[in-house]
T-cell receptor
Framework: KQEVTQIPAALSVPEGENLVLNCSFT??????LQWFRQDPGKGLTSLLL?????REQTSGRLNASLDKSSGRSTLYIAASQPGDSATYLC???????????FGPGTRLSVLP | SAVISQKPSRDICQRGTSLTIQCQVD?????MFWYRQQPGQSLTLIAT?????????ESGFVIDKFPISRPNLTFSTLTVSNMSPEDSSIYLC?????????FGPGTRLTVT
């Protein structure tokens, strides 16, 4: 059974810092991995999607990498801003199913 | 991509009553899912909504408590039956085009 973990559980940084969020999964037979952002009390917004054959994806200040063999993905946020404050979740889709398994999330606070 | 809407966005209900949440997708998706997110927790999959047939429930969730309908490819409902305070959560509808997963804004349910 696929299990997804995220480290750290919470992170507080001053504005302008570059930061890395980590996601690990136990079964490397994944179809893709998706990073989401969730603001308090809201739904999820998709940030980046990485296919199993890809190594990284970039969107603006965000860069996500995937190392399938080691079961890891990182989300890199450059020049963080207070508006980046949210919970970041990663989810993996298995190669043999339609379900997405979610990690517990990293709660990020960027201080002005 | 797909845009998903849900209603109601929030509700406060009394113990023992039922609430039906509606989910509408603006384009066809292959799969639709219902998730629950309890306060401070990550997402837990309740069930996969199957078009024209009974939903597929995850361990710990049963049809009598969470009846689900999906009469067509773009619409689904989730009913939370005989509610108790433990059912207070955000309920999220999701759809996938087998590539990426999209989420609705969520329904915040408080049971008193």
């Amino acid at each position: 059974k696929q299990e997804v973990t995220q480290i750290p559980a919470a992170l507080s940084v001053p504005e302008g810092e570059n930061l890395v969020l980590n996601c690990s999964f136990t079964d490397s037979a994944i179809y893709n991995l998706q990073w989401f952002r969730q603001d308090p009390g809201k739904g999820l917004t998709s940030l980046l999607l990485i296919q199993s054959s890809q190594r990284e994806q970039t969107s603006g200040r965000l860069n996500a990498s995937l190392d399938k063999s080691s079961g890891r993905s990182t989300l890199y946020i450059a020049a963080s801003q207070p508006g980046d404050s949210a919970t970041y979740l990663c989810a993996v889709k298995d190669s043999y199913g339609q379900n997405f398994v979610f990690g517990p999330g990293t709660r990020l606070s960027v201080l002005p | 991509s797909a845009v998903i809407s849900q209603k109601p966005s929030r509700d406060i209900c009394q113990r023992g009553t039922s609430l039906t949440i509606q989910c509408q997708v603006d384009s066809q998706v292959t799969m639709m899912f219902w998730y629950r997110q309890q306060p401070g927790q990550s997402l837990t999959l309740i069930a996969t909504a199957n078009q024209g047939s009974e939903a597929t429930y995850e361990s710990g969730f049963v049809i009598d408590k969470f009846p689900i309908s999906r009469p067509n490819l773009t619409f689904s409902t989730l009913t939370v039956s005989n509610m108790s305070p433990e059912d207070s959560s955000i309920y999220l509808c999701s759809g996938t085009d087998s590539y990426e997963q999209y989420f609705g804004p969520g329904t915040r349910l408080t049971v008193t």
